[in-house]
């Protein structure tokens, strides 16, 4: 096994300031002008005393100081990155190209329609290419990530039951859901109410009509769940639901399982946001950009947020201000553009042939390691999974070792850790999605590293629980980072 992150060495060179006395890294032409005495030309009491305080660096230091500690950094671009749900999936580099021509790049949103009918254009066929894809009837691309799309979607389940007369008091979430569902349910003046999953690891349907009434405005199903298990009964649900006149939001954050497979639209489902950032393969993680669009069933189109993207007779693209029931703007401008641009790009390149098979890769890649590792590691749910997997420490724990421990063993060996203690009906779970991006080689090394620290964790636990060991730094104290952070360099003090 290869370790130090796979051959690059940490720990030459850990020694972060780099200010020295003297050093520059600029070079002004020699002064023209008379030189002015800033005493004479500016109010005394917008003068600083004493020194500055900034680091003395040249531009070699600079530009050797950002690039080591880039090579810090873990990125997709670099090896597998397994975080379950979160779908870190190779960013093609045509996605690059296409988003940087001058069109887009440069466009500004208020730019008049007259020079900005391509950049409409491509966001309205993105739509039609969502509304393929996901079997919905109409598609907003405004809300800037998934979060901000489950609340859109709760937004608009709202204001159709108002229209209805009545909003409801309560959404029904599985606790296999995504753990924002109940943020935006309370953010919308809904209850939360968590529904238990069975031992299958899915939503019990016996349960689900005990807890449907005339008080229930939604339920809220990620499908495939946190598990990786998908809700086969996903048509008696929505049946159910929409028997007491509720409706079916569901998180489309795990739409890598489905993608080119199964249509959500046409299962019942009333309203799904999607991840363009996970699913699409645009840019995912450092905080952004995101992009949520939220796909709606026929009778919700109408209160999509405003603008709405329309096409007139004469096929000229523009934005109607003025739809009669939009719950209105929810962010500013027209959604990340970049970000669609990326994603209509991997559309069109994959085709739906390529959309299916990216879907089946991925599937395929999860179960291979879900059959590789089962010998090594507790799998709470026996139940097939799709796109990722769960697995526990519970064998590990018995030597002491836990899933922190298994994460942090792994940065030795070079690997990104999957997801950790998520979801939360499962202890010590480890949540692990390898996408359709790797290759048997990749996934062989990753396999081989939990089989080495299954080993270990066994014979030699302090090698896991001292992990890591090769990084820049060794275990950090967790506690003390979260409640005092250093989130900026200050000069030190004389």
Request: with cysteine; hydrophobic share 35%; glycine share 8%.
């Amino acid at each position: 096994m290869i370790k130090g992150m796979r051959g690059l060495s940490f720990k030459e060179d850990l020694i972060f300031e780099k200010s020295r006395e003297g050093a520059k890294g600029y070079s002004l032409p020699k002064l023209d002008v008379p030189k002015a005495d800033p005493a004479k030309t500016i109010d005394k009491k917008f003068l600083r005393e004493g020194k500055i305080g900034l680091p003395e660096v040249s531009e070699v230091d600079v530009i050797r100081h950002f690039t080591k500690i880039s090579l810090w950094n873990y990125a997709v671009d670099y090896g597998l990155y397994p975080l379950g749900s979160c779908t870190m999936k190779y960013n093609p580099k045509i996605n690059e190209i296409t988003s940087s021509l001058p069109g887009f790049a440069d466009a500004h949103p208020y730019q008049p329609y007259s020079i900005s009918q391509g950049a409409l254009e491509l966001m309205y066929n993105l739509e039609k290419a969502l509304m393929e894809i996901t079997g919905f009837s109409r598609v907003s691309l405004h809300p800037a990530a998934g979060a901000h799309g489950e609340l859109v979607g709760m937004m608009l389940i709202r204001r159709y039951l108002e229209d209805q007369g009545n909003p409801r008091k309560k959404v029904l979430i599985p606790d296999s859901a995504h753990g924002t569902n109940p943020a935006s349910a309370a953010i919308c003046g809904y209850e939360a109410v968590e529904l238990k999953s069975n031992s299958e690891g899915m939503l019990s349907l016996s349960d689900l009509e005990a807890a449907l009434d005339k008080d229930v405005a939604a339920l809220m199903l990620t499908n495939p769940n946190t598990l990786g298990v998908f809700e086969k009964n996903i048509k008696k649900i929505c049946e159910m639901v929409h028997k007491v006149g509720g409706q079916v939001y569901m998180d489309g954050a795990n739409m890598n399982a489905l993608m080119g497979i199964m249509k959500p639209g046409k299962s019942g489902v009333d309203v799904l946001h999607l991840n363009l950032h996970k699913t699409f393969s645009t840019p995912h993680g450092g905080g952004g950009p995101g992009s949520g669009p939220v796909a709606v069933a026929k009778h919700l189109a109408p209160y999509i947020p405003k603008p709405v993207i329309e096409k007139n007779d004469k096929g000229e693209f523009y934005l109607d201000y003025n739809p009669e029931k939009s719950i209105g703007r929810v962010r500013s401008f027209n959604s990340n553009f970049a970000i669609l641009v990326r994603a209509y790009t991997y559309i069109l390149s994959c085709g739906s042939d390529g959309l299916k098979e990216s879907t089946e890769h991925a599937v395929a890649n999860a179960n291979y390691i879900r059959k590789k590792l089962s010998k090594y590691y507790d799998l709470p749910y026996e139940t097939s999974t799709l796109h990722e997997i769960i697995f526990s420490d519970k064998i590990q724990e018995k030597f002491g070792v836990t899933t922190k421990d298994i994460a942090k063993r792994l940065l030795d060996l070079g690997y990104h850790p999957p997801t950790i203690y998520f979801p939360l009906i499962v202890h010590g779970a480890l949540m692990i999605e390898p996408t359709e991006s790797e290759s048997k080689q990749e996934l062989d090394g990753f396999i081989e590293a939990m089989i080495q620290i299954a080993q270990e964790a066994e014979k030699e636990p302090e090698k896991c629980t001292e992990a890591p060991h090769n990084t820049v730094v060794g275990r950090l104290d967790e506690v003390t980072a979260a409640r005092t952070p250093i989130l900026k360099w200050e000069p030190e003090k004389e």
